[in-house]
T-cell receptor, first 110, second 114 residues
Framework: GQNIDQPTEMTATEGAIVQINCTYQ??????LFWYQQHAGEAPTFLSY????GLEEKGRFSSFLSRSKGYSYLLLKELQMKDSASYLC???????????FGGGTRLMVKP | NAGVTQTPKFRVLKTGQSMTLLCAQD?????MYWYRQDPGMGLRLIHY???????AKGEVPDGYNVSRLKKQNFLLGLESAAPSQTSVYFC?????????????FGAGTRLSVL
């Protein structure tokens, strides 16, 4: 089976930097995804890591360490519109399925 | 650009009633998925399909059935609804040809079973 842990809630200030951590245990790792989900809306893809290291995309970056079963999503220059839930998901070798963590609800305050 | 479309958006059922949720995608994706999302539990996979005419069970399949008669459509059925099936249901589609197989989600169906 798979186990994915991420904090339930985080609060940060507009313009600041926030790091959302995700730890996982899986049999047969085959990629880690981050999705953003605004309240009442569909999840949308943010980033993908399959090799160790940092992937940067504008204000958002995602890091992966396969040996530690650890990833983080880094959000820079926070904006009010970044208030949302951030979902960490792991894909295993056993089929093309994702297992999602419970999500981290980020609140950005002025 | 419709992407993934789910119907209906909202539904209220009484215990024991049946219904079908429809998911349609216009991206020619091979893979389609049905998830449910409950507070504090994240997205859980109900059933999925790797191509037309195929279906497979996910993490929480009990009480649901699915069909994939056409590549673009994936139906989720509840034969006898129970209050425990009150949830938000999301459909997603994806394609391995891009290696990453990013899943694209529909807007969701909010179902209440009384």
């Amino acid at each position: 089976g798979q186990n994915i842990d991420q904090p339930t809630e985080m609060t940060a200030t507009e313009g600041a930097i926030v790091q959302i951590n995700c730890t996982y245990q899986t049999s047969g790792f085959n990629g880690l995804f981050w999705y953003q989900q605004h309240a009442g809306e569909a999840p949308t893809f943010l980033s993908y890591n399959v090799l160790d290291g940092l992937e940067e995309k504008g204000r958002f970056s995602s890091f992966l360490s396969r040996s530690k079963g650890y990833s983080y999503l880094l959000l820079k220059e926070l904006q009010m519109k970044d208030s949302a839930s951030y979902l960490c998901a792991v894909r295993s070798n056993a089929g093309n399925m994702l297992t999602f963590g419970g999500g981290t609800r980020l609140m950005v305050k002025p | 650009n419709a992407g993934v479309t789910q119907t209906p958006k909202f539904r209220v059922l009484k215990t024991g009633q049946s219904m079908t949720l429809l998911c349609a995608q216009d991206m020619n994706h091979e893979y389609m998925y049905w998830y449910r999302q409950d507070p504090g539990m994240g997205l859980r996979l109900i059933h999925y399909s790797v191509g037309e005419g195929t279906t497979a069970k996910g993490e929480v399949p009990d009480g649901y059935n699915v069909s994939r008669l056409k590549k673009q459509n994936f139906l989720l059925g509840l034969e006898s609804a129970a209050p425990s099936q009150t949830s938000v249901y999301f459909c997603a589609s994806g394609d391995w040809t891009l290696a990453k197989n990013i899943q694209y989600f529909g807007a969701g169906t909010r179902l209440s079973v009384l």
